[in-house]
């Protein structure tokens, strides 16, 4: 009998932790988040940078110098143009998963950017991906990923969580 209570006690007590272990991470996936998102309404292109999951691209060829000096002519370009996020709002992420020796998560976005007085309303969502256990998470736009070019982020990724979807409104006329 107090075998069987003690099994039950640390079942859980384990199950207890794992919960809390879980939102730990989500919760660390979401401060990650927000600190991209303010290095993009900075239009800071280091800051964004370093808070990119780039290995992907460098197993491409790319070169960190070529990301960076990218990134940064793109959000001096946006900056020059007179672009400003007028909202910017992530959503309710999904939940963590993990593939080979990462774990990911798609938190979904909703974000109207200004450029030259027309809004562009774009809804999808950053990868964040995790090399050390959820305590830090770096990301990856979402706006150009499918089914077919996930794998080059996340190689072993079997559909599970499903994608979130993707919307990408033209410009129209500021109000």
Not at 54 to 62: T, V
Request: glycine share 6%; with cysteine.
């Amino acid at each position: 009998m107090r075998v069987c209570l003690s099994i039950a006690i640390a079942l859980f007590c384990s199950c207890i932790c794992s919960s809390a272990v879980a939102a730990d991470k989500i919760a660390a996936s979401l401060r990650d988040a927000h600190k991209l998102v303010d290095c993009m309404e900075a239009f800071n292109g280091a800051c964004v940078v370093k808070r990119t999951y780039n290995e992907y691209l460098y197993r491409q060829g790319a070169s960190a110098d070529q990301i960076t000096r990218n990134v940064r002519d793109l959000y001096a370009q946006l900056k020059a143009m007179g672009g400003k996020f007028t909202h910017f709002e992530l959503a309710q992420l999904q939940a963590i998963d993990s593939s080979d020796a990462r774990e990911f998560v798609f938190i979904p976005y909703d974000q109207v950017l200004e450029l030259r007085g027309r809004e562009h309303q774009s809804k999808a969502y950053f990868i964040g991906v995790s090399d050390d256990h959820g305590e830090t998470w770096r990301f990856v736009d979402g706006m150009q990923i499918n089914e077919k070019n996930i794998r080059l982020i996340i190689p072993g990724y079997t559909g599970t969580p499903p994608l979130p979807p993707i919307y990408s409104e033209a410009p129209s006329s500021g109000t």
